[in-house]
Nanobody
Framework: QGPLVESGGGLVQAGNSLRLSCLGTGFILRHYYVGWFRQSPGKEREGISCISSSDDITVGSDSMKGRFTISRDKHKNTVYLQMDNVKPEDTAVYYC????????????????WGQGTQVTVSS
């Protein structure tokens, strides 16, 4: 088990909602930038949304803006990704990551990664 553990993935029908969780097991997440990323087969890993230690949010992709929302529960040391109105093209492995910087919500900025959780959206 690494310092970040994702959960909440699975099979979901298009139009429904899903919430992913990222639990910090190795360090205190509120001190770091935490981001959600995803990667589909044959595609590069892309940033979805990232949150700073002061809760400033960066949206990584306009295609997901308004459908995906990042939030943080400092007491539970957990960062969430709420996914609404999911589409088949949202099928991917979803990763959370943490690092001391990350305001551009780019994978290259992040040092610590979870193992990923698979999300599959059926039409």
């Amino acid at each position: 088990q690494g310092p970040l553990v994702e959960s909440g993935g699975g099979l979901v029908q298009a139009g429904n909602s899903l919430r992913l969780s990222c639990l910090g097991t190795g360090f205190i997440l509120r001190h770091y930038y935490v981001g959600w990323f995803r990667q589909s087969p044959g595609k590069e890993r892309e940033g979805i949304s990232c949150i700073s230690s002061s809760d400033d949010i960066t949206v990584g992709s306009d295609s997901m803006k308004g459908r995906f929302t990042i939030s943080r529960d400092k007491h539970k040391n957990t960062v969430y990704l709420q996914m609404d109105n999911v589409k088949p093209e949202d099928t991917a492995v979803y990763y959370c990551a943490a690092g001391p910087v990350g305001h551009r919500c780019s994978p290259a900025e992040y040092d610590y990664w979870g193992q990923g959780t698979q999300v599959t959206v059926s039409s």
